[in-house]
């Protein structure tokens, strides 16, 4: 049976740790060393089911959608195997702003954001970008002085659910696949 599965690289599309071997549509990575057993976060050929899951280990930009090969040891949010194909590769910086951009907008409720700030994050206008960073830290440090509890902040940052996220972040993936 085919696994399938998502990985984030680095943005020069190597495989990373001293490994310069280029993911590219098409390509299978195979473990170098025969010797040496995969095992989750030591060695091997890892990705995650789900790509929000993938999303945390990202090095960069660059997501491939993968079929993985040979032995699969299974994790909590993550799997290793012996080879991994590459069926898909894109570089995900557009999507992965308006993904942060959708995350925000699911919370904005739960402060009183200046009205640049919602208008970049519905927008994703650049030329709004800077002055929505400033009126963001602007708010922040008015948060900790007391102004906002660390519990709303806590409670804003988890509002959305991580399947929800994920199901959306799937979507922008599969739209630009």
Known sequence: MDTYGWHFAANDRKLGYGDNRLIEVGATSWRLDKSLPIELC?????ASIKPLDALQYAPGSIVSYCRMHGQ????????????????????AD???????????????????????VKKYLETGDEVLR??????????????S????????SWAASWAASREFQNIKLLELLEGVR
């Open 94 to 116: 557009t999507v992965l702003l308006e993904f942060s951009r959708w995350c925000a907008l699911q919370v904005i409720h739960l402060w009183d954001a200046p009205d640049v």
């Open 42 to 46: 030591v060695y091997g050929l890892h």
């Open 145 to 152: 002085r007391g102004e906002v509890s660390w519990e709303v």
């Open 72 to 91: 699969i040891i299974y994790g909590e949010d993550k799997m290793v195997a012996e080879g991994r194909e590459y069926l898909s590769v894109i570089d």
């Open 130 to 143: 800077e002055a929505s960073w400033a009126a963001s830290r602007g708010a922040s440090r008015g948060a």
